[in-house]
């Protein structure tokens, strides 16, 4: 008699080891932290728990950002202007020097010219050919700057798009911050939810988490085509001796719904 109770109980077990329960979660909470510094101008604490559309929901203060971004993208036209003025001049410079070397190669070696009409002729070949390097190298040191001021264009405005916060088609689960207050890089702003899926997390036992990919997904007592889409070979630190699991599912109209899982 006491052989057929424990048989029967570990098939009890057995059996209730394949029902699993999960809360409906949203695909991914995220949470989003300032990587920069500034005063918030604006938080649109009305948008908590709201699908949130391609408006800013956040505002850090972006004026001087805005004022420097100005000024560095004149810079850069000057420049660039500048630069093609030097480019011009240094080709003129190379013609004129083939000309000037030409002249002193035609007469360096004839008798009928003076040596001090020929180092005429040579002083003009050097003085051409050292205006011509200090041409170049203003080019060059015109195009590092452009460079320099090209990247942080860039920086100013990744700052700029950096204080101004959107998450579109995602809700706005929790809002950190409020107006007035000054924020520093890390320092977090909000919580964000993706809802256009759903996840349950489930911790299976060692039997189930043999063959939980092969067989048939129940929820709530009716058959689906999901799959396991995650699942952890090592043993959970919290549940022990579990293996978590992850299973992606159509978003449903509500989350946080308790729903019981199966494997058949």
């Known amino acids: 008699m006491k052989k057929i109770f424990t048989l029967l109980l570990l098939s009890g077990l057995a059996l209730f080891a394949k029902e699993y329960y999960s809360k409906v979660e949203p695909y991914e909470l995220r949470t989003i932290s300032s990587n920069v510094s ?33 000024n560095v993208n004149k810079k ?40 001090i009409e020929k180092d005429r002729e040579f002083y003009e070949v050097v003085s051409t050919q050292n205006t011509l390097l200090s041409t170049a190298k203003e080019v060059d040191n015109l195009k590092v700057q452009i460079n ?3 990247l942080r264009a860039a920086q100013l405005e990744k700052n700029i798009a ?4 959107t998450a579109n088609g995602q809700v706005l689960y929790s809002l950190s911050v409020k107006e007035g207050q000054v924020v520093s890089p890390g320092m977090e702003l909000s919580k964000v939810a993706d809802i256009s899926k759903a996840k349950l997390t489930i911790f299976l036992n060692a039997a189930d988490m043999k063959d939980a990919k092969t067989k048939s997904l ?28 992850e299973i992606i599912i159509k978003a449903p109209k509500h989350f946080s719904e308790l729903m019981k899982v199966e494997f058949k």
């Open 38 to 70: 500034g005063q918030v101008t604006f938080a649109d604490e009305n948008k908590e728990g709201k699908v949130l559309d391609k408006k800013a929901y956040v505002k850090i203060d972006d004026k001087l950002d805005l004022v420097e971004l100005s």
């Open 76 to 115: 850069i036209a000057l420049l660039k202007n500048t630069l093609q003025l030097n480019e011009a001049m240094k080709k003129n410079y190379d013609e004129i020097l083939v000309k000037k070397q030409k002249n002193y190669d035609n007469i360096k070696a004839l008798k009928t010219k003076s040596v």
């Open 148 to 150: 320099d001021l090209n």
């Open 162 to 165: 950096d204080k101004s916060l």
């Open 218 to 245: 129940y929820l709530n007592g009716k058959k689906t085509d999901y799959k396991i889409n995650r699942l952890w070979n090592i043993a959970d630190t919290t549940h022990l001796s579990s293996y978590k699991a």
